[in-house]
Structures are given as C-alpha cells and as structure tokens.
C-alpha cells in the first residue's frame, strides 16, 4: 500500500465515517438543548470524545504514511 492510498483511505474515513456522526451528535445536542435530562450535554460530551478520535485516526494515518514513503 503507497502513501498515497493510505491518505486516501483517511479522507474518506474522515468525511463518510467521523464528520456525519460529530454532525449527527452536535445535531441532537442543539435539538435536546432545553430539555433538562442531560442529554444535550452526554451527546456533546460524545462529539467531543469522536473529534478526538477522529483526530488520533488522522494523525495515525500521517504516521503511517510517513512510515511507508
């Protein structure tokens, strides 16, 4: 596998896998904003947890392709 095929793979992890479920996450918080069960802010909590992930998925990804160039 070339660098190039191993960036790919993590654009599109990126934008068909992490950004659809921090969007979908931050969506249910806006819309669960005033009810006072909390879960606004457990599915805020998670969206942040996913862009961490979502970031450590990234820079693994330039490690690797660092690795393989």
Not at 47 to 60: E, R, S
Request: aromatic content about 14%; proline content about 4%; charged content about 15%.
């Amino acid at each position: 596998m070339s660098p190039a095929d191993v960036l790919r793979f993590a654009v599109r992890r990126m934008f068909w896998a992490h950004m659809p479920v921090i969007f979908l996450l931050l969506l249910a918080s806006s819309v669960t904003a005033q009810l006072p069960s909390g879960f606004s802010g457990l599915c805020a909590f998670a969206a942040f947890a996913w862009v961490v992930l979502a970031l450590g998925d990234w820079i693994t990804a330039e490690l690797r392709a660092d690795r393989l160039s």
